[in-house]
Nanobody, 126 residues
Framework: QVPVVESGGGLAQAGGNLRLSCTTP????????LCWFRQTPGKEREGVSC????????YYADSVKGRFTISRDKPNQIMYLQMDNLKPADTAMYYC???????????????????WGQGTQVTVSS
């Protein structure tokens, strides 16, 4: 069973919004801290936002603070990334990553996450 699955990507205009979803059908949802990373061709994967297993702690990259909101719906076992006021610079493949237990000290180090989805493309036009 695929451990992590993303959905919700697509095309948006600058200033628009999209909502990404992440589910963990192969994992026990409540046991895992979850993060979003994004990557564009030729660049390293960068951390976007993370949420602790409890949902009480959230983290955002400076580039998305005030525009993106991460949350987790525990009864339905879905994690969301609400992306508002999108910019062309947000164009990337977005990946959901899972790590069992608490978030690591360096939440933006991709090597700290064992399970990854296959990604969902977000394209923002100017």
């Amino acid at each position: 069973q695929v451990p992590v699955v993303e959905s919700g990507g697509g095309l948006a205009q600058a200033g628009g919004n999209l909502r990404l979803s992440c589910t963990t059908p192969g994992l026990r949802f409540d046991d895992y801290a979850l993060c979003w990373f994004r990557q564009t061709p030729g660049k390293e994967r960068e951390g976007v936002s993370c949420i602790s297993w409890s949902g009480l702690s959230t983290y955002y990259a400076d580039s998305v603070k005030g525009r993106f909101t991460i949350s987790r719906d525990k009864p339905n076992q879905i994690m969301y990334l609400q992306m508002d006021n999108l910019k062309p610079a947000d164009t990337a493949m977005y990946y959901c990553a899972a790590r069992k237990g608490p978030l690591p000290h360096d939440e933006w180090d991709a090597d700290n996450y064992r399970y990854w989805g296959q990604g969902t493309q977000v394209t923002v036009s100017s």
